[in-house]
């Protein structure tokens, strides 16, 4: 498309981020660089906590989006594999009043990459190959770790959940995987850790045994209390995994069992 020239500096831009903490967290965390200048291109996000399954949306919802991309695009909406929806071409000037619009029907959570993104396949809830749920695990996560602080403490981690070996969640490649497994017609939940599907790829190795649903988050809890406690300044959970293995995060989480 003809993109309309933007100015080099964006004074009423610049004076939102520096007013309003909330929408400078989302600029930082939902937008991303564009190859025109003036322009970034934004990340609407599905993964509002614990009240909505992640990647869901209502018919109002995406009828907001489709007048977003009108007012505020090119009328173009892409899919992301994560499960969000995203803007390609938004220019910096309009992106203040995109956001109160996206606040206002709740597709403003600035958590993208974050853990609470979480990627989950419908599960039991709605498809008949499940082995286990997947959305009532992803929203008890979502509900343990909503504090944003702790979110962005925490930084960059990809937790993606299947309900069965087809895993549609992508858990195989998640930082943190989780794959339900069915034990004699008992839900199960089995964690893996290391996974990456961008540049460096790699499957995530399966840390032991697998848990009852309502222990998965502290399982998760416990894997992110040995990344903390581990980690060098400035440095992923992906990154530390990679320098001191498995070991250190199978010994704390079965460490009582």
């Not at 209502?58 to 991309?69: G, I």
């Not at 222990?215 to 998760?220: A, L, M, S």
Request: glycine content about 8%; some cysteine; aromatic content about 8%.
């Amino acid at each position: 498309p003809e993109y309309p020239p933007q100015p080099a500096v964006d004074l009423a831009f610049g004076s939102a981020l520096a007013r309003d903490a909330e929408f400078a967290r989302w600029v930082q965390r939902n937008t991303h660089a564009h190859k025109q200048p003036g322009y970034v291109s934004v990340t609407l996000s599905t993964k509002p906590g614990a009240d909505m399954p992640p990647g869901d949306v209502t018919a109002e919802q995406m009828e907001q989006v489709a007048l977003m991309s009108e007012r505020f695009g090119f009328c173009e909406i892409r899919v992301a594999h994560e499960q969000n929806l995203v803007l390609p071409d938004v220019a910096k000037a309009d992106l203040y009043a995109l956001w109160q619009q996206a606040c206002a029907f709740g597709l403003a959570t600035a958590n993208i990459g974050l853990l609470t993104d979480v990627i989950a396949c419908p599960g039991g809830d709605y498809c008949s190959l499940a082995n286990a749920k997947s959305i009532p695990v992803a929203q008890a996560i979502q509900q343990r770790f909503a504090d944003p602080e702790l979110l962005q403490d925490l930084g960059e981690i990809s937790l993606n959940i299947s309900g069965c070996m087809n895993a549609c969640g992508h858990h195989h490649v998640g930082h943190i995987g989780i794959l339900g497994v069915d034990k004699k017609g008992e839900e199960y939940y089995q964690i893996s850790i290391g996974g990456n599907s961008t540049d460096d790829a790699s499957l995530g190795k399966i840390l032991g045994p697998s848990f009852f649903r309502e222990d998965v988050p502290g399982v998760v809890e416990k894997v992110l209390e040995v990344y903390v406690a581990e980690r060098h300044e400035d440095e992923r959970f992906l990154d530390t995994y990679r320098r001191i293995g498995l070991k250190p995060f199978k010994e704390r989480v079965y460490a009582q069992q």
